[in-house]
């Protein structure tokens, strides 16, 4: 589920690539963003699956040697690793096949297709387009023409390895804070996963806005749909609530879930719970850890299926009795 608004007329807009930057160190994350779980899937994944709503055509940059899932994209690495942003964009504006090209990194889950729609309008009469945000501009959501390539390979010559030594040579406009506020008023378009903290909080935000959307859907649909989502709750002891850092975790399911289903959604709210809790895939308790079900009964059949209002209790089997 996407909270993004729809592009309202996409074929109005020039046509452009889209060019996703995968090939950065993490170094800070500790692990491939490209391959986070994000809604379920890797990050590069939902982030293809959410621009293929504008792009035909989408380009993802990644290191030499670096795994990734598959994707319907065209996959190009970097000839020297490391390059930086300018690397990135120069091989991207490369391999892709329209002049105009909108750029971003592969940790922005929530970019607002609106505000990219916005920068493509605003690219027709410039060689770059790109947000000024939060007292500094944003060159990983930007619009480049491929014509601006030769310049950034002058500048990796050089080893300049910002962007923003390109943007006094070219045709640059610069999107003020009020320009974008009207299609993303809180700036998440510019919210990157650098570390584990960043990415917990991103799931949990993510969660959030789905869970209002479902709650705004049930509001305005008919009765007879009212009822196509459970709310869940699960309690953490001990141990799990530590590794959480929470008490209470609330769950949207469709109809018909199970209890699997309940800890795969609760893995991606709380990823900490992963190895430590919840097996590797997420969908069971390791050994040593009870599901209690509304207090009642302790549960040993994972595909036991869920009804609204159900409160699910995580705890060490030995508290269990």
């Known amino acids: ?30 692990q491939p963003k490209a391959l986070l ?24 940059v990644a290191a030499p040697e670096q795994e990734l899932p598959p994707v319907v994209a065209t996959l190009v690495r970097d000839s020297v690793a490391y390059q930086g942003p300018v690397g990135g964009i120069y091989y991207g504006l490369q ?6 090209c909108f750029v971003t990194s592969c940790d922005a889950p929530f970019l607002n297709l609106d505000l990219v729609a916005f920068l493509l309008a605003l690219a027709t009469e410039h060689d770059v387009v790109v947000p000024y945000w939060e007292e500094r501009l944003q060159p990983l959501f930007a619009v480049y ?14 080893g300049e390895l910002r962007p923003i030594f ?4 070219v045709r640059t406009h610069k999107v003020s804070p009020e320009e974008i506020q009207s299609f993303d008023p809180e700036g998440l378009s510019f919210r990157n ?3 584990p903290e960043e990415y917990q909080e991103a799931l949990v935000l993510w969660h959030d806005r789905q869970r209002r959307e479902t709650a705004t859907e049930k509001r305005n649909s008919a009765p007879s749909a009212s ?26 399911l469709p109809v018909g879930a199970t209890v699997t289903d309940a800890f795969v959604s609760l ?16 969908r069971t308790l390791l050994p040593g850890y009870a599901c209690n079900l509304n207090g009642r009964e302790f549960i040993k059949d994972m595909q036991t299926v869920l009804t609204n209002g159900d409160h699910i209790l995580i705890l060490s089997s030995d508290a269990g009795g």
Not at 227 to 252: D, F, I, M
Request: charge should be neutral; charged fraction near 20%; glycine fraction near 6%.
């Open 37 to 60: 779980l994000f809604d379920g899937e890797p990050l590069i994944v939902h982030l293809v699956r959410i621009l293929r709503d504008v792009f035909s055509d989408i380009v993802i």
């Open 227 to 252: 009822s196509s989502h459970l709310s869940l709750t699960v309690e953490l002891l001990g141990v799990a609530r530590l590794k959480a850092q929470t008490a209470t975790v609330s769950l949207a």
């Open 1 to 30: 589920m996407s909270y993004q608004s729809p592009i309202p007329n996409p074929q109005s807009l020039p046509p452009a690539s889209a060019i996703i930057l995968a090939g950065g160190k993490s170094s800070r994350m500790g």
């Open 193 to 195: 996963l650098n570390s």
């Open 267 to 282: 893995a991606e709210i709380c990823p900490a719970l992963i190895g430590s809790t919840l097996s590797a895939d997420g």
């Open 95 to 100: 391999a892709a096949r329209e002049e105009l």
């Open 166 to 169: 390109l943007y006094d040579k």
């Open 145 to 158: 023409r491929r014509s601006v390539a030769p310049l950034l390979r002058q500048q990796l010559e050089r």
